[in-house]
């Protein structure tokens, strides 16, 4: 059964550091794999989404990679700024999820972002 | 385009009542579902839609029903709430591709008494 864990579950850093969000999956048979940010009240959005054929995906200021064999994603945001203070979710479609499109989702990683 | 629109924003139910989550997207996607999300459990599947007539269950269907009408409208119905429904509510679609990300609603929270 595909598990997906989000390490570390909260982060404080000062605006400017660059930072890293972990996500690992315990199989690796998916058909992508994807970053979304959630806001206090708010739905999700969708920030990248990385194919299994991929290696990394790019938007602005964030890079995501992918490496299938050892289960492991990263998230990384270049000069934070405290807009970008949020949850971060990471979420694996599984190969064999078919019509169900079923996304197995992490606990998310907390991220706050100080002046 | 609006996206994925919720409604009500927030609920409060006494057990044994019933109501209905609207959901709606103007995107013509034909993948529509619903997600539960609740604290240290992440979001879980609870009902999806390939297209209008079409639903299935996810994996924690029990005490919710869904109808798929239209390819805009996926409403969402606790027939009897519970306390353990209290939770808040997601609605998300796509196109049926599976390489397509999802658009998400911005939610529906929901306590029951």
């Known amino acids: 059964k595909q598990e997906v864990t989000q390490i570390p579950a909260a982060l404080s850093v000062p605006e400017g550091e660059n930072l890293v969000l972990n996500c690992s999956f315990t199989?690796?048979?998916?058909?992508?794999l994807q970053w979304f940010r959630q806001d206090p009240g708010k739905g999700l959005t969708s920030l990248l989404l990385?194919?299994?054929s991929q290696r990394e995906q790019t938007s602005g200021r964030l890079n995501a990679s992918l490496d299938k064999s050892s289960g492991r994603s990263t998230l990384y945001i270049a000069a934070s700024q405290p807009g970008d203070s949020a949850t971060y979710l990471c979420?694996?479609?599984?190969?064999?999820?078919?019509?169900?499109?079923?996304?197995?989702w992490g606990l998310g990683t907390s991220l706050a972002v100080n002046p | 385009n609006a996206g994925v629109t919720q409604t009500p924003k927030f609920q409060v139910l006494k057990t044994g009542q019933s109501m209905t989550l609207q959901c709606a997207q103007d995107?013509?996607?034909?993948?529509m579902s619903w997600y539960r999300q609740d604290p240290g459990m992440g979001l879980r599947l609870i009902h999806y839609?390939?297209?209008?007539?079409?639903?299935d269950q996810g994996e924690v269907p029990n005490g919710y029903n869904v109808s798929r009408s239209t390819t805009e409208d996926f409403p969402l119905r606790l027939l009897s709430a519970a306390p353990s429904q209290t939770s808040v509510y997601f609605c998300?679609?796509?196109?049926?591709?599976?390489?397509?990300?999802?658009?998400f609603g911005p939610g529906t929270r929901l306590l029951v008494l």
């Open positions: 998300a679609s796509s196109p049926l591709y599976s390489g397509e990300t999802q658009y």
């Open positions: 995107m013509n996607h034909e993948y």
């Open positions: 839609s390939v297209g209008a007539g079409i639903t």
């Open positions: 199989d690796s048979a998916i058909y992508n």
């Open positions: 990385i194919q299994s």
């Open positions: 979420a694996v479609k599984d190969f064999n999820a078919g019509n169900n499109r079923k996304l197995i």
